[in-house]
């Protein structure tokens, strides 16, 4: 009898699960405030990480960014750096405008940190998060954004390559979320994101390593959000990134229909920041951009094989990265000539 109870409890809670969800459609759920918490990004040097690192700057957060890139992670901390000093000057004209009771965080104590960091080395995420936790202190929100990309089909794909792809768009995962997991368990308190891809959700030819990467991201993700849960961790919030090609340069020459590109462009890289900030501030588990991703991973999830295989031909989607793949072989010709090689 008790698992009948039970039963109808569960179908009422799936239910209201849905009403919830639909009413979220209709009323924007108000935005969670991240001022003064330490919000730390990796690959914050450039692309998404770097677009960020100036949204959560916005939000008067502080920022830890890590790069494996020093150069181009010292400009976005310069980027960011010019956000809090304008944030610092609305703060003293709104107090000399006798308005100064909004503010509650002192501007002063906005700082951005930056670190160099090789995500995909495992003593190297380590290491550095113990300096972040001894110089800048325990962070709040982690946005595990670093990925890269070989650009070679698999039997041209070099072993050291496929394993790079591997460690950093996967593995690192486990290592910063490792680092930076336990004081959220004992605060109870925290958010988690994981950048992953459209890919992650449904794959295309030619770039087996990066699929099986963000796959994994994804996994993981998963499975760290259900053991949140049956720890009864709900303070440490957890969101999933699924952005569709979005507009970095990181695929560029990538290609699907042309008549069917038009509808389904490459994604402006601010537009995909702003929703999945919104996502973020929101505490939504996870966010597709475009909405149109949603109904693809539905229908690779209930069609058959031969179904999506004849869906990818129809929208050009089955051979959309070979035209990249050429672009970059081209680009690795040229420079192995061009130094002589």
Known sequence: MNILVELFVVTFRVLWAFVLAAAKWLVRPKEKSVAGQVCLITGAGSGLGRLFALEFARRRALLVLWDINTQSNEETAGMVRHIYRELAEAAAAAS?????????????????????CDVGKRENVYSTAERVRKEVGEVSVLVNNAGVVSGHHLLECPDELIERTMMVNCHAHFWTTKAFLPKMLEMNHGHIVTVASSLGLFSTAGVEDY???????????????????????????TTLV???????????????????????????????????????LTDQPMICTPRLMYMVTFMKSILPF????CMYRFLGADKCMYPFIAQRKQATNNNEAKNGI
């Open 96 to 116: 000399g405008a006798g308005d100064g009771e909004k503010d509650a965080l002192p501007h002063c104590n906005l700082q951005v940190y930056t670190y160099t």
């Open 242 to 280: 699924c952005p569709y090609l979005v507009d970095t340069g990181m695929f560029r020459g990538c290609r699907i229909r042309k008549e069917i590109e038009p509808f389904l462009p490459p994604l402006k890289p601010e537009y995909c920041v702003k929703q999945a900030m919104r996502a973020i």
């Open 211 to 237: 699929c099986a990467s963000k796959f994994g991201a994804v996994g993981f993700h998963e499975s760290l959000s259900h053991e949140l849960k049956a720890a009864e961790k709900d303070g440490i919030k």
């Open 306 to 309: 031969e179904a999506v295989v």
